[in-house]
């Protein structure tokens, strides 16, 4: 069993594809076993993309995701981590294939719709960012 990080950005929430999101997660094997809305200020939107930092694209990156709120969540399953990233699709929707979230509903490379952990240590680090032990529950 493997746990990763997804969000649902300012644009998927504006646009209601919450459910949506959701839905073609769980469909696919994977519980939610944590969940909540946040609006990130910019600090913490600059804090969770720390790693890219520097980037032609991180101030626009954290002006959008500190633009409004969020759905943060903890997902649970074999292969989580690879599991979201190809129901994900591709960062630039253009190169995404058909069917995934990202082909379906995303605006452009930077209005994408969702967020997926890129692997085992990022899992980690994301998941503690937005979530305490006690947000986090086995059923
Ligand atoms: O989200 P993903 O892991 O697929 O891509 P990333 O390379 O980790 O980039 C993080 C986020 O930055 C993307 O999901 C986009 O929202 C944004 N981005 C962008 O605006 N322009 C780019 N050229 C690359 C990424
Ligand atoms: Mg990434």
Partial sequence: MERTLSIVKPDGVKKSL??????????????VVGMKMI????????????????????ESLTDFMSSGPCVVMVLE??????????????????????????RQFATNVERNV????DGPDTAAFEISYFFNA?????Y
Avoid: C, W
């Fill in 39 to 58: 609006h990130m200020d910019k600090k913490e939107a600059e804090g969770f993309y720390a790693v890219h930092r520097g980037k032609p694209f991180f």
């Fill in 114 to 117: 969702v967020h997926g952990s």
């Fill in 77 to 102: 399953g074999e292969n989580a981590i690879q599991k979201t990233r190809e129901l994900m699709g591709a960062t630039d929707p253009a190169q995404a294939k058909e069917g995934t979230l990202r």
């Fill in 18 to 31: 919450i459910g949506e999101v959701v839905r073609r997660f769980e469909r696919n094997g994977l519980k």
């Fill in 134 to 138: 006690l947000e986090i529950f086995e």
